[in-house]
Nanobody, 127 residues
Framework: QLQLVESGGGLVQPGGSLRLSCAAS????????IGWFRQAPGKEREGVSC????????YYVDSVKGRFTISRANAKNTVYLQMNSLKPEDTGVYYC????????????????????WGQGTQVTVSS
């Protein structure tokens, strides 16, 4: 059974940084598109950043461009989301996702076209 487990969430002050990790088991991420999504209370889930395979093309939602970086460490079967200059509006539950069915990475991220999901990790940005 494919499994994704997120970690690294927590409480951070505005302007601070966090690095989220997502470890995969029962499959290797090498040939999977990966993505990070978030859901704030009362809001719909939003695609934050996604990365394809092959050319490694990436997508970032406008609100995080220049602050967040998605990456993968295939040797560790782990994906990361480095989040810098955090803002209160970044608060939410963050989920990682993976898919072996590869489409345009922006379309995958905007539409949530992923087949395996983690359980989520809470990120709270507050003073």
């Amino acid at each position: 059974q494919l499994q994704l487990v997120e970690s690294g969430g927590g409480l951070v002050q505005p302007g601070g940084s966090l690095r989220l990790s997502c470890a995969a088991s029962a499959f290797t991420l090498d040939n999977y598109a990966i993505g990070w999504f978030r859901q704030a209370p009362g809001k719909e889930r939003e695609g934050v950043s996604c990365m394809s395979v092959g050319d490694g093309s990436t997508y970032y939602v406008d609100s995080v461009k220049g602050r967040f970086t998605i990456s993968r460490a295939n040797a560790k079967n782990t994906v990361y989301l480095q989040m810098n200059s955090l803002k209160p509006e970044d608060t939410g539950v963050y989920y990682c996702a993976a898919s072996s069915v590869i489409r345009n990475v922006q379309r995958m991220c905007v539409s949530g076209l992923f087949y395996s999901w983690g359980q989520g990790t809470q990120v709270t940005v507050s003073s």
